[in-house]
C-alpha cells in the first residue's frame, strides 16, 4: 500500500520517461496496445503485464468495480505469524498488533472479505488466528533488499521457527531503524507476495515501523489511539496487507483494470470516525482497543469502500 498519490505521478512520468529513451534507442519491447489491463505488483499499483505471466483464467466482467482473475484466495480462515525484526524491546507494538489480528476475527470489519469467492462459488472466511510469533535479531541487517525479506521468511520456516503453512500469511514487521531498499517511505508503506518455500506457496508481508516516515505513512503522528503512532499506524498496514492476501494472495484473483486489489481501491479512507479519551481519531474498537483503520472494498451492490458488511 502507499499514501501519497503524487508518488504514483512521478512513478508513472518517470517509467514513461525511462521507456520513451529505450524506445528511441530501439533497445525496448513494446507494451502491447490492446494489453491494457494491468495487474497487481502487491505494493499498491498495477503494472502492464510484461514481466508476470498473465494469469490463466478470463476475468469476469466485474460489475462491483472488481474482477476474479482465476487464482486462489485463502477461504478457510487466514492463519498469521509475525516475525518481529530488528529490536523491538519495550514496544508496545507487540501487544497492539497482536490485540488488532485477533480482533479482526470475526469483525464486521473483516467480514467485507466474505464478499469475495474463488470459481466454485466458495467465500472467504471470517476469521483470523495469529497462530505464532518470533523475533529476528537483525540476520539481514538494516536495510532489506526484497529479497531479504523473503528470506526472513523462508529462514524461519526452513529452521522450524514457524511451521510451513499454505493458509497463512507471514508478516515480516520491521523496526525503526530498518529500511526496505525497494522504496518503503517513498513507493509503499506495505507489500505482499508469494513464493515457493519448500514446495509449499506461501504468503508474505513486509510492514515496516511508519515512525520512519509519519508524513508519509502514519494517518496521525502527534498522537494515535493506543499511545503508539508507530503501531498504530501499522495496525492499518497490516489491515490493508492481510485482506489483499486473503483475496488475491498469488496475485491472479481479485483486482481491478489498475490492478488495484481490494484494500487499494479504499486507502487512507477511513470513514465515519470518532476522538478516542487522549484526543486522537480512531474509528473501530476491537478487544478493548481502539484503532484507525482504513476501509476495505465491499465486493456487493455495486461496490463500495466500508468499515463494515
Ligand atoms: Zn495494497
Known amino acids: 500500500m502507499r499514501k501519497i498519490q503524487k508518488t504514483v505521478m512521478a512513478v508513472v512520468s518517470t517509467a514513461g520517461l525511462v521507456l520513451a529513451a529505450h524506445a528511441m534507442a530501439g533497445t525496448v519491447r513494446q507494451y502491447s496496445q ?18 508476470a505471466a498473465r494469469p490463466s483464467g478470463k476475468a469476469k466482467p466485474g460489475s462491483n468495480g472488481i474482477s476474479y482473475h482465476g487464482g486462489p484466495l485463502i477461504l478457510n480462515g487466514t492463519h498469521v505469524y509475525y516475525i518481529w525484526y530488528g529490536n523491538w524491546s519495550g514496544n508496545t507494538a507487540t501487544t497492539i498488533l497482536a490485540n488488532a489480528a485477533s480482533g479482526l476475527s470475526g469483525s464486521p470489519y ?4 466474505t464478499t469475495y469467492y474463488n470459481g466454485s462459488g466458495v467465500h472467504v472466511t471470517n476469521a ?6 518470533m523475533n529476528d535479531n537483525y540476520s539481514y541487517g538494516t536495510a532489506l533488499s526484497d529479497s531479504n525479506v523473503l528470506s526472513v521468511v523462508s529462514n524461519a520456516i526452513s529452521s522450524g521457527a514457524l511451521p510451513s503453512d499454505s493458509n497463512a500469511v507471514y508478516f515480516v514487521l520491521t523496526s525503526a531503524d530498518v ?3 525497494s522504496g518503503f517511505c517513498t513507493q509503499y508503506c506495505g507489500w505482499h507476495n508469494h513464493a515457493s518455500i519448500g514446495g ?32 498504530d499506524g501499522m495496525v492499518s498496514i497490516f489491515a490493508h496487507e492481510l485482506e489483499e492476501a486473503t483475496t488475491d494472495p498469488d496475485l491472479n484473483a481479485w483486482y481491478d ?31 478493548g482497543y ?7 472494498w465491499v465486493n456487493a451492490s455495486g461496490g463500495y469502500c466500508a468499515l463494515q458488511y
Not at 34 to 51: D, F, I, R
Not at 212 to 223: F, G, L, N, T
Request: aromatic share 8%; hydrophobic share 30%.
Open 128 to 133: 483470523v488466528s495469529l497462530l505464532q510469533t
Open 200 to 231: 509449499v506457496d506461501i504468503k508474505y508481508a513486509f510492514v515496516g515501523n511508519p515512525d520512519r516516515c509519519p508524513s508519509a505513512c502514519e494517518a496521525q503522528s502527534s498522537s494515535s489511539p493506543n499511545n503508539n503512532p508507530g503501531a
Open 110 to 113: 473483516f467480514n467485507i472479505n
Open 290 to 296: 481502539n484503532y484507525l483503520i482504513q476501509q476495505n
Open 179 to 181: 529500511n526496505e531498499t
Open 257 to 287: 483494470n489498475r490492478g488495484y486489489e481490494n484494500a487499494d481501491k479504499c486507502a487512507w479512507k477511513f470513514g465515519t470516525e470518532y476522538t478516542t479519551s487522549n484526543g486522537s481519531l480512531a474509528n473501530m474498537s476491537m478487544g
Open 34 to 51: 490492446k494489453n491494457s489491463e494491468l495487474v497487481p505488483t502487491g505494493k499498491g499499483w498495477g503494472e502492464a503485464a510484461l514481466h
